[in-house]
Protein backbone atom coordinates (compact mmCIF):
# COMPACT_ATOMS: atom_id res chain seq x y z
CA UNK A 1 0.00 0.00 0.00
CA UNK A 2 2.54 2.50 0.92
CA UNK A 3 4.57 1.76 -2.65
CA UNK A 4 2.15 2.25 -4.00
CA UNK A 5 1.94 6.09 -3.28
CA UNK A 6 5.27 6.65 -5.00
CA UNK A 7 6.72 7.90 -1.68
CA UNK A 8 9.71 5.87 -1.37
CA UNK A 9 11.02 6.61 -4.68
CA UNK A 10 10.57 10.00 -3.99
CA UNK A 11 12.28 10.30 -1.22
CA UNK A 12 15.11 7.86 -2.64
CA UNK A 13 15.27 10.60 -5.90
CA UNK A 14 15.70 13.74 -2.98
CA UNK A 15 18.26 11.93 -1.16
CA UNK A 16 20.62 11.06 -4.34
CA UNK A 17 20.00 15.24 -5.62
CA UNK A 18 21.36 16.15 -2.11
CA UNK A 19 24.57 13.60 -2.06
CA UNK A 20 25.69 15.07 -5.29
CA UNK A 21 24.69 18.96 -4.48
CA UNK A 22 27.45 18.47 -1.59
CA UNK A 23 30.26 16.43 -3.93
CA UNK A 24 33.15 18.72 -5.39
CA UNK A 25 32.04 20.90 -8.70
CA UNK A 26 34.44 19.78 -11.39
CA UNK A 27 34.87 22.12 -14.13
CA UNK A 28 36.88 21.59 -17.29
CA UNK A 29 38.67 25.09 -18.64
CA UNK A 30 37.80 24.10 -22.68
CA UNK A 31 39.33 24.95 -24.72
CA UNK A 32 42.73 25.64 -22.28
CA UNK A 33 42.26 21.83 -20.87
CA UNK A 34 41.15 19.54 -23.62
CA UNK A 35 39.31 16.29 -22.95
CA UNK A 36 40.93 13.15 -23.90
CA UNK A 37 38.86 10.58 -24.65
CA UNK A 38 38.96 7.15 -23.53
CA UNK A 39 40.13 4.61 -26.50
CA UNK A 40 36.33 3.25 -26.10
CA UNK A 41 35.17 6.93 -27.36
CA UNK A 42 33.13 6.96 -30.60
CA UNK A 43 33.84 10.05 -32.13
CA UNK A 44 33.68 11.22 -35.81
CA UNK A 45 33.97 7.94 -38.34
CA UNK A 46 37.45 7.91 -40.37
CA UNK A 47 39.30 5.32 -43.16
CA UNK A 48 42.39 3.71 -41.62
CA UNK A 49 45.27 4.61 -44.15
CA UNK A 50 47.87 2.03 -44.45
CA UNK A 51 51.86 3.36 -44.34
CA UNK A 52 52.00 3.11 -47.76
CA UNK A 53 49.57 5.89 -48.35
CA UNK A 54 46.88 3.15 -49.26
CA UNK A 55 43.63 2.64 -47.64
CA UNK A 56 42.17 -0.62 -46.32
CA UNK A 57 38.57 -0.25 -47.60
CA UNK A 58 37.43 -3.01 -50.23
CA UNK A 59 34.17 -1.20 -50.76
CA UNK A 60 31.98 -3.96 -50.34
CA UNK A 61 29.40 -1.19 -49.10
CA UNK A 62 28.08 -2.92 -45.82
CA UNK A 63 29.02 0.50 -44.11
CA UNK A 64 26.15 1.99 -46.39
CA UNK A 65 23.80 -0.67 -45.65
CA UNK A 66 23.61 -1.24 -42.26
CA UNK A 67 23.70 2.80 -41.46
CA UNK A 68 20.72 3.79 -40.09
CA UNK A 69 20.86 7.22 -40.77
CA UNK A 70 21.90 6.28 -44.32
CA UNK A 71 24.95 8.88 -44.11
CA UNK A 72 27.30 6.53 -46.13
CA UNK A 73 27.74 6.43 -49.75
CA UNK A 74 30.13 4.16 -51.39
CA UNK A 75 30.85 3.64 -55.14
CA UNK A 76 33.68 0.89 -56.11
CA UNK A 77 35.77 0.92 -58.55
CA UNK A 78 38.31 -2.03 -59.98
CA UNK A 79 41.83 -1.94 -59.86
CA UNK A 80 44.57 -4.48 -60.91
CA UNK A 81 46.01 -4.48 -57.51
CA UNK A 82 45.83 -7.79 -54.92
CA UNK A 83 43.05 -5.87 -53.95
CA UNK A 84 40.09 -6.23 -56.89
CA UNK A 85 38.57 -2.83 -55.93
CA UNK A 86 38.56 0.10 -54.02
CA UNK A 87 36.33 3.11 -53.44
CA UNK A 88 36.41 5.69 -55.98
CA UNK A 89 33.90 7.55 -54.04
CA UNK A 90 33.44 7.05 -50.12
CA UNK A 91 31.42 9.90 -48.20
CA UNK A 92 29.49 10.41 -44.74
CA UNK A 93 27.39 13.32 -43.84
CA UNK A 94 28.48 14.21 -40.48
CA UNK A 95 24.93 16.22 -40.29
CA UNK A 96 23.33 12.57 -40.46
CA UNK A 97 25.90 10.36 -38.75
CA UNK A 98 24.13 9.13 -35.31
CA UNK A 99 28.04 8.15 -34.34
CA UNK A 100 26.16 4.52 -33.55
CA UNK A 101 29.31 2.14 -34.61
CA UNK A 102 27.61 -0.03 -37.15
CA UNK A 103 29.70 0.83 -39.88
CA UNK A 104 33.01 -0.15 -37.66
CA UNK A 105 31.52 -3.42 -36.27
CA UNK A 106 29.85 -4.33 -39.51
CA UNK A 107 33.22 -4.15 -41.32
CA UNK A 108 35.60 -7.21 -42.22
CA UNK A 109 38.32 -5.29 -43.23
CA UNK A 110 38.45 -2.62 -39.97
CA UNK A 111 39.19 0.49 -42.49
CA UNK A 112 36.29 2.51 -40.72
CA UNK A 113 36.49 2.90 -37.27
CA UNK A 114 35.31 5.70 -34.69
CA UNK A 115 38.08 8.40 -34.13
CA UNK A 116 38.44 10.24 -30.92
CA UNK A 117 37.10 13.39 -32.80
CA UNK A 118 34.65 15.21 -30.93
CA UNK A 119 35.04 18.48 -32.59
CA UNK A 120 32.96 19.37 -35.89
CA UNK A 121 32.30 22.79 -37.29
CA UNK A 122 30.51 23.58 -40.58
CA UNK A 123 28.74 26.59 -41.68
CA UNK A 124 27.00 24.78 -44.52
CA UNK A 125 25.40 21.48 -45.22
CA UNK A 126 27.80 20.99 -47.96
CA UNK A 127 30.67 21.13 -45.80
CA UNK A 128 29.50 18.83 -43.39
CA UNK A 129 30.25 15.87 -46.40
CA UNK A 130 33.70 14.63 -45.70
CA UNK A 131 35.17 12.85 -48.94
CA UNK A 132 37.83 10.71 -48.63
CA UNK A 133 40.18 13.76 -48.35
CA UNK A 134 39.16 13.84 -45.18
CA UNK A 135 38.30 10.77 -44.03
CA UNK A 136 41.53 9.28 -44.46
CA UNK A 137 43.65 9.17 -41.14
CA UNK A 138 46.99 7.40 -40.63
CA UNK A 139 47.43 3.92 -39.04
CA UNK A 140 49.33 5.71 -36.63
CA UNK A 141 47.20 8.32 -35.12
CA UNK A 142 44.37 5.49 -34.89
CA UNK A 143 46.49 2.86 -32.86
CA UNK A 144 45.06 3.47 -29.29
CA UNK A 145 41.20 2.74 -30.93
CA UNK A 146 42.61 -0.32 -33.43
CA UNK A 147 44.26 -1.91 -29.97
CA UNK A 148 40.93 -1.63 -28.42
CA UNK A 149 39.15 -3.02 -31.01
CA UNK A 150 41.56 -6.15 -31.40
CA UNK A 151 41.15 -6.55 -27.95
CA UNK A 152 37.53 -6.53 -27.73
CA UNK A 153 36.69 -8.80 -30.58
Known sequence: MFEQTYIPQI????????????????????????????????????????????????????????????????????????????????????????FCGFCEEVCPEEPIVMSDEYELVFTSQEEAVFGKDKLLMSKERLKKRLEFLQESR
Open 11 to 98: VKGLGLTFRQMFKPKFTRQYPEERWMPPSSYRGRPVLVQEDDGSERCVACGLCSRVCPALAIEVQAGETDNEKERYPEKFEINMVRCI
